[in-house]
């Protein structure tokens, strides 16, 4: 594939419920993607969520970290820590 013939773009994403995936798209349609080659998925992640929630240390440092869990569970556990 050559830059002079063609506007296609060559991308990688993953995510924690997502294996690394190889995919190509058209640079004016990127959302249109056809994937190419993906890792193995090391478990079932239908029905999972990940949300980045904040610790807060001994000295006052916002420390982000990821928890991923069952959609249901952390609507519950959002709910009721709401006040």
């Not at 798209?25 to 190419?36: G, K, S, T």
């Not at 090391?42 to 949300?51: I, K, W």
């Amino acid at each position: 594939m050559s830059a002079e013939e063609s506007d296609a773009i060559w991308l990688t994403s993953s995510s924690y419920t997502q294996p690394t995936t190889l995919a190509i798209a058209e640079a004016a349609a990127p959302a249109e993607q056809e994937p190419l080659k993906s890792l193995p998925a090391f478990y079932e992640a239908a029905g999972l969520q990940t949300q980045q929630l904040f610790a807060t240390s001994a000295d006052g440092t916002k420390v982000p970290y990821f928890s991923s869990a069952p959609t249901r569970a952390l609507t519950l556990t959002l709910t009721l820590t709401q006040p």
